[in-house]
């Protein structure tokens, strides 16, 4: 009855617009129908899925679900297409790194020899490069970066301090040190080191947690031409594994994979490497512009088949597969070149000279052998038994005849010019000064200077370059720790326990979440919404100052403050003038603790006086 009444309401309501519709000519009405908006065959296929999974129909889901997929086959051939295309581009730069790892390993004559030279010939290595990027290696590990964390708001100075003691501990539980050490090593050798900063979902039991690794940059791929990563329509990263746990772990794999189809370059390994019943799987990282707001889009795929794709669910990634919309990767170049993200390495800077340094020595050494195993010249007919004379166990020669004065005549050598030999030394100066690898920066003393001061002074001119070197890791470092900060807003839901150093050096246990640094509602201003604010920070790097030269300049120059007087608090004052004049790292915390204790000192005379005036009374 109720159905039936609602209907009976209803239809009144609806005859008028009949009478409306038939009133308009046939024409017009098919002119409308083609032109009203149509869905799409994924609109359709969407609609049709989400039905089936309503009614409990598994039979025919799987059909519809690939047919609402945004993401599908004909999506990742074009992906593969353009992949192809970014591998081509990145030919030479592969190239050129895989012989800078043989010219750091000191298989430099692999690189240098000639097709048609013997490989039996004398090949002398010297390890004056590899000495020149250990040195610098030793330098950037001395530097090590530590960051501190500042507000850009006064309300955030809270979630400032939490992060700059939390982000070191989760940088240290995923041995960032290792990494650092591993990319510090690419970065010098072919010229850019890589870090990749993701949320893994496998980390502590299932809740998950942030990971930071280094990336070889022969797995990854980027638009040609473009300097930051950042603005590259694609991005990819590729990697080899074995068909038996890709069939373990996505089931639908059965019966598709079989080797390799993209043929990825490698370094020249000892061991022999099997890459054989190995599958590429590929990440494949791509932007999308929605409004003002740039999403990023995630999908991994081997071959033909999608693993897993971002747009393919979006109500559970609205916001694409990272919020802050960034590619997860940061390149560290040394010596940037226009046209790519990537730089040059020491090994391009000095390996001409390295060549030149062996090659010479190969020259000196020959001869050396040659006059130390004279050769003699011997006529056909000088009848003289040629295995005993050359038998040096033999006490008696044979010989044919009569034996002439010429015989047998030794070949005289030509010994080599001094010359030769300063050349050699010429060049090695060359790959010094080329390097910035001089003597006084390794502990070598010139000029008869030996006092320490000297010294010192001398070793801090001389690592400008390494300063100027670490400053480039320094800011690529500060690009992972924002990353490590996005990702912590964006999953850091519960809250985590953790170790930090407080005051003076004790432990404490903290818990921390992201509720802090979560988009935060503003208050209305003249009836006017202002919308929501996102906490932002700005990083400040330090070193952690492990060089034993930088402790030892710190120790001195707190001592001579201490022997100055700086922490008097009767002389507060002029020591707050005499260090406003100086430049030194944290300067304002050794301020701030003289003006503490000046204060201090300054409260306890007018405690005195007070008292004494109450004893007078």
């Known amino acids: 009855m109720a159905d039936k009444k609602k209907s009976n309401q209803t239809e009144p309501a609806k005859q008028p617009e009949q009478q409306k519709q038939a009133q308009i000519p046939m024409e017009e009405q098919m002119m409308r129908r083609q032109s009203a908006p149509r869905p799409t065959a994924q609109e359709e296929a969407q609609k049709l899925y989400q039905k089936k999974v309503q009614e409990g129909q598994p039979g ?3 059909g519809f679900k690939a047919l609402a997929q945004v993401v599908g086959k004909e999506q990742v051939q074009k992906a593969r297409l353009t992949l192809q295309k970014y591998k081509e581009g990145k030919a030479n730069l592969e190239q050129k790194i895989i012989q800078s790892e043989q010219w750091y390993k000191l298989r430099n004559w692999e690189c240098m020899r000639k097709s048609k030279e013997k490989q039996d010939q004398v090949e002398p290595v010297s390890g004056w490069l590899f000495n020149a990027i250990a040195n610098k290696h030793a330098s950037a590990m001395d530097n090590f970066p530590s960051p501190n964390i500042l507000p850009r708001e006064e309300g955030d100075k809270g979630e400032a301090e939490m992060l700059t003691s939390i982000v070191p501990v989760i940088l240290e539980q ?7 050490d591993v990319e510090a090593d690419d970065k010098l050798k072919g010229g850019t080191g890589v870090y990749g900063v993701f949320w893994d979902n ?17 797995s990854l791929f980027w638009q040609p031409g473009v300097t930051d990563i950042q603005k590259s329509r694609n991005f990819f990263h590729v990697a080899l594994v074995d068909n038996d746990i890709l ?9 598709k994979l079989g080797n390799s189809t993209l043929d990825l370059s490698k370094f020249i390994y000892d061991d022999s490497v099997d890459t054989t019943e190995k599958s590429a799987v590929i990440d494949w990282y791509y932007k999308k512009q929605q409004g003002n707001k740039t999403i990023l889009h995630y999908c991994k795929f081997v071959n033909d088949e999608v693993l897993f794709a971002t747009e393919n669910e979006p109500e559970a990634y609205p916001n694409g597969w990272y919020d802050h919309g960034q590619y997860p ?4 170049p040394l010596f940037r070149m226009k046209g790519t993200p990537c730089g040059f390495g020491y090994v391009d800077v000095a390996k001409s000279a390295q060549e030149y340094i062996d090659r010479g020595n190969q020259a000196i050494l020959e001869n050396m052998l040659a006059n130390a195993s004279p050769r003699h010249f011997i006529r056909n007919d ?9 038998d040096l166990s033999k006490k008696f020669i044979h010989v044919d005849g009569s034996l002439g004065q010429d015989s047998i005549i030794p070949v005289n050598g030509k010994p080599l010019n001094n010359i030769y030999v300063q050349v050699i030394k010429d060049k090695v100066d060359e790959l010094k000064e080329t390097t910035g690898n001089r003597d006084v920066a390794t502990g070598g003393t010139t000029g008869g200077v030996t006092a320490a001061s000297g010294l010192a002074a001398m070793q801090e001119a001389a690592s400008r370059l390494d300063r100027d070197n670490n400053k480039g890791s320094y800011r690529a470092y500060r690009k992972v720790v924002l990353l490590v900060i996005e990702l912590i807003r964006q999953f850091y839901d519960l809250p985590r326990c ?3 150093m407080g005051e003076n050096g004790v432990h404490r246990y903290v818990e921390y979440s992201n509720a802090g640094i979560q988009p935060q509602l503003q208050e209305m201003m003249l009836g006017v919404e202002m919308g929501y604010r996102v906490p932002q920070f700005d990083i400040e790097i330090t070193a952690q100052k492990q060089s034993p030269y930088s402790k030892m300049s710190q120790n001195e120059l707190a001592l001579q403050f201490y022997a100055a007087g700086f922490f008097n608090p009767q002389m507060a004052d002029q020591a707050l003038v005499a260090l406003d004049m100086m430049d030194f790292d944290r300067k304002h915390f050794i301020m701030q603790k003289i003006a503490q204790n000046g204060g201090m000192y300054q409260q306890m005379l007018m405690m005195q006086q007070q008292m004494l005036q109450l004893a007078q009374m």
């Open 247 to 255: 069939v373990g772990r996505y089931p639908q794999l059965q019966g």
């Open 202 to 218: 496998g980390k502590l039991n299932g809740l998950g947690d942030i990971t930071v690794e280094s990336e070889d940059i022969l």
């Open 498 to 500: 953790f170790r930090i």
């Open 329 to 332: 990767y940061v390149f560290d």
């Open 60 to 62: 025919a889901m799987d």
């Open 382 to 390: 000088g009848s003289v038994n040629e295995e005993e004379y050359a």
């Open 174 to 180: 995923n041995n960032f040190e290792d990494t650092y």
